[in-house]
């Protein structure tokens, strides 16, 4: 069940993120590629 909750929550903080980074993509595409980068880092560890 726990690992039900926690993919609920990754949704969520995917959808959060990948809306921020069409933000940074539309002032400067350079920067959704860095920040995305960044995301899947922290996804990682």
Do not use: T
């Amino acid at each position: 069940m726990e690992g039900h909750h926690q993919d609920g929550r990754l949704q969520k903080l995917q959808l959060l993120l990948v809306d921020n980074l069409l933000v940074f993509d539309l002032a400067s595409s350079k920067l959704s590629f860095s920040s995305s980068l960044l995301v899947h880092n922290a996804s990682c560890s």
